[in-house]
């Protein structure tokens, strides 16, 4: 709804840090997250999530926007009746107004054994197994919730931080990417322009305009959620960047898919958070 600036990618250059911690049983996701990240000197950074269960699980879905100031919007809270187990989770961890915040989507296996997701609000969810992390933590930049004006959100950014933990060795780029813009093709440019020929993709959360996968599937309903399962960025032998993006998405029905995207075909919706690392 609002102006679009110039400036499609927010970024910022730092370095980075992976380690791996896990959250006990009985610890809310993001007091378990928060102190994992301040013992190893990180005040920011991305997580995945492959494994574990929750209860509660406190979500909301991707909605239909109720006014005219956001094309897309969250649905009323949802808490799971039992326990869950987690397929998978991105998660951007920063800071909003000076405290821990986490943006996450999440996918799990109800007692159906139907697959469901959404966007997990990580202060009322609670481990229920020890949950296994793979986190990025970054020195030298820090994602920070701020207003977006184009979207009529509060979304995080990548901001200039601390120097933060110095034994960090990775060069890593902390982006938020803004909308309609082709997410690989957005990815392949940024690393273009920095003359980066091979990068990982760590973190993901965002969403895009439906989806459309490398084996034909599309999604039409527009209004999603996603999260990056996997992401790289490979040099082809004319030293063209190519990305391959493999994610898991929930639409505003509540339907889920999983696969890589085809290129060209996924503009971003709201907002894309991730690190890219260079290798």
């Known amino acids: 709804p609002g102006a679009a600036p110039p400036q499609r990618i927010q970024w910022v250059e730092a370095s980075g840090g992976e380690f791996n911690f896990v959250i006990p049983p009985g610890h809310r996701l993001l007091d378990g997250i928060a102190r994992s990240f301040a013992a190893a000197g990180y005040n920011s950074g991305v997580l995945r999530i492959a494994g574990g269960a929750v209860f509660p699980l406190a979500y909301v879905l991707p909605a239909l926007p109720q006014d005219r100031g956001h094309v897309a919007y969250f649905s009323a809270r949802h808490e799971t009746s039992s326990l869950v187990s987690l397929h998978a989770a991105a998660m951007t961890f920063g800071r909003r107004a000076g405290k821990p915040s986490i943006h996450c989507h999440a996918f799990w296996r109800e007692e159906n ?42 979304l995080f950014a990548p901001m200039p931080g601390l120097a933060g933990d110095t034994t960090a060795r990775h060069r890593v780029f902390a982006l938020r990417m803004r909308p309609n813009q082709d997410l690989s093709e957005a990815l392949e440019g940024f690393c273009r322009e920095r003359e980066i020929g091979n990068a990982h993709i760590q973190g993901g959360v965002g969403s895009i305009i439906g989806a459309n996968f490398s084996d034909g599937r599309v999604v039409r309903h527009h209004v999603t959620e996603i999260a990056i399962r996997s992401g790289t960025v490979f040099s082809h032998e004319d030293g063209r960047p190519e990305a391959e993006i493999d994610i898991s998405l929930v639409d505003y029905t509540g339907a889920c898919a999983h696969g890589r995207l085809a290129r060209g075909k996924n503009p971003i919706l709201i907002t894309m958070e991730c690190i890219v690392i260079a290798s």
């Open 113 to 154: 054994d139907v697959m469901a997701g959404g966007h997990v609000l990580a202060d009322e969810t609670t481990a229920a197994t020890p949950i296994e992390v793979s986190a990025v933590g970054l020195a030298g930049a820090d994602f920070v919730v701020q207003e977006d004006e184009e979207t009529g959100f509060d």
